[in-house]
């Protein structure tokens, strides 16, 4: 079994002058994840690579998440490590950098598995988790968008598939330990208040040493509808592999509740997948020494680990 | 197929002066819901026996609900439409009478699937719920509980299975329609802004017309790390009867991670289980003109569906 890692920067319609950005964004996130997974924890890996692209602001997640209705950030975040089932997330955090940091915090220093709001922020000072300004996080391009949304004749579901989703890696590390990790400002212009699939287990992510892990990005109603992740492992238990799995578990979210996304998956033989059913998703795998990465459906380009980019 | 609601009022060890309350309780819930099912919609069932569980002090949802750390009240609820898999949940909500009412609100007149904390609390005023004093939730044998657990010698996770949980309903009603409803106070001392399995759809309850539908109580974080809900429908997709697929799920949530629970659970054809893996579960199922109701493990005592009480 090779240690892998496999990374998405969210499903949906990249606009043209975002698509070098995105795909640069996640290579580069690969990369760092990649490099801690070498003797590495699993977790670890991915909680880099989350982190990593909390930190650029042209994903949706962390700095440049999407406002709610208010103008404002909130945040759901989740890690899941698959060794215990245990699993730490945030949901409607605030002023926090790095929520995935703070999941990984509720799942290593408290018995609960999810704090929400105020709770969340509360547990995040008592862990001297520095508070940033709001308005740090907020980008001129998330203002942009919030604003074209407050157009009464605006669609927000339409909107928010359209450009640019949720961030998520899942990886399983030498010892053949899973674990998976998923970050999101959530959709445009949601209500004050509204937790998406991201920060609830079994539908935002799910790792299981047993069977593999999944972290999902799409519309998060329909993927909770359905609780993607877990469906897709469950079809993974009865025998598909990783790439079946993903497809047939999309194909079940389009069919019943008509939602589009996508998944990067793993099974514990290192066997990964990187499926959606939107019109484009990037993604970026990290296995041996090879990189690979692709945007439009049925696209695996292949890059030495080792290049510069 | 005959209609049939099943209800439960929590899994735990239930104290000897509070077990002939708890039984009536949930026997006058199914009552009242199964009033509602004579010629009407599952969901108009589930959320009638839930309101009613809500309603009734010594049940831990509602009025009744356990304590935070902070001696206040934050609860999480949850219905799920198996018709068209639509769901509505509200997490650590406060100042409200019945979360039950307002989760179904969020589903119906939301495009979300949960609101947590301060949003659901704006949503409720927005569609005119009335706020209530916390104090009005907040029972004497509540106060008495949260103050036993501040003591330094205290195991909350243990005090918490030892006394009553979460409250729950799942039917089908004459046109195969399922449904299932679950509302909690969660865990008693837990920390502010804790989530448990009740918010979480495929946790705390799923409902599909194909299927079947499961409401579980017990040790939230256990049921969160195997998503017990689903679990039990996939059991019951691959053939297994309501009663072995939840029996399966519950032995799975105690050898993956060592949390004891119970679970209501229908099937497509009015095939229901009532199981628990706990020492107690208050429980009591309405089909055809006989009521069912429990509370130890292989207790399955039947009334007239007309008997006064």
């Known amino acids: 079994m090779l240690p892998v890692l496999v990374v998405h920067g969210g499903a949906g319609h990249i606009p043209k002058e975002r698509v070098e950005m995105s795909c640069a964004g996640v290579r580069a996130a690969t990369r760092a994840g990649y490099a801690v997974l070498q003797g590495?924890?699993?977790?670890?890996a991915v909680?880099?690579?989350?982190?990593h692209l909390e930190n650029i602001p042209s994903f949706n997640a962390g700095c440049g998440s999407v406002l709610n209705v208010k103008g404002e950030v909130e945040m759901d975040a989740i890690v899941m490590d698959g060794r215990t089932l245990a699993s730490g997330a945030v949901s409607a955090v605030r002023n926090i950098a790095n929520p995935i940091q703070l999941a990984r915090l509720v799942m290593?220093?408290?018995?609960?598995?999810?704090?929400?709001?105020?709770?969340?922020?509360?547990?995040?000072?008592?862990?001297?988790?520095?508070?940033?300004?709001?308005?740090?996080?907020v980008t001129d391009y998330a203002r942009m968008r919030w604003e074209?949304?407050?157009?009464p004749d605006a669609n927000p579901v339409e909107c928010q598939m359209g450009k640019m989703g949720t961030?998520?890696?899942?990886?399983?590390?030498?010892?053949?330990?899973?674990a998976c990790a998923t970050s999101t400002g959530g959709m445009?212009?949601?209500?004050?208040?509204?937790?998406?699939?991201?920060?609830?287990?079994?539908?935002?992510g799910y790792a299981d040493n047993r069977v593999g892990a999944v972290s999902p990005t799409g519309h998060g109603e329909a993927i909770m509808k359905v609780t993607l992740a877990r469906l897709i492992l469950f079809h993974m238990e009865q025998g598909l592999s990783s790439h079946e799995g993903s497809d047939l578990g999309l194909a079940t979210m389009k069919e019943r509740v008509g939602g589009l996304g996508g998944v990067v998956t793993v099974d514990p033989q290192g066997r990964w997948a990187a499926r959606f059913t939107s019109a484009q998703m990037a993604w970026a795998a990290a296995q041996g020494d090879t990189l690979h990465y692709g945007l439009y459906p049925g696209e695996d380009i292949t890059q030495s680990i080792g290049d510069p980019n």
Do not use: Y
């Open 188 to 204: 445009l212009n949601k209500m004050e208040g509204r937790v998406g699939d991201t920060a609830c287990i079994g539908c935002g």
């Open 40 to 44: 590495g924890w699993s977790m670890d």
């Open 167 to 178: 961030v998520g890696a899942v990886a399983v590390d030498a010892d053949g330990n899973i």
């Open 148 to 151: 074209k949304n407050l157009a």
């Open 108 to 137: 290593e220093k408290t018995s609960h598995l999810c704090l929400t709001a105020e709770g969340a922020s509360q547990f995040a000072r008592a862990m001297g988790v520095p508070e940033v300004p709001g308005e740090s996080l």
């Open 47 to 51: 909680v880099e690579a989350v982190t």
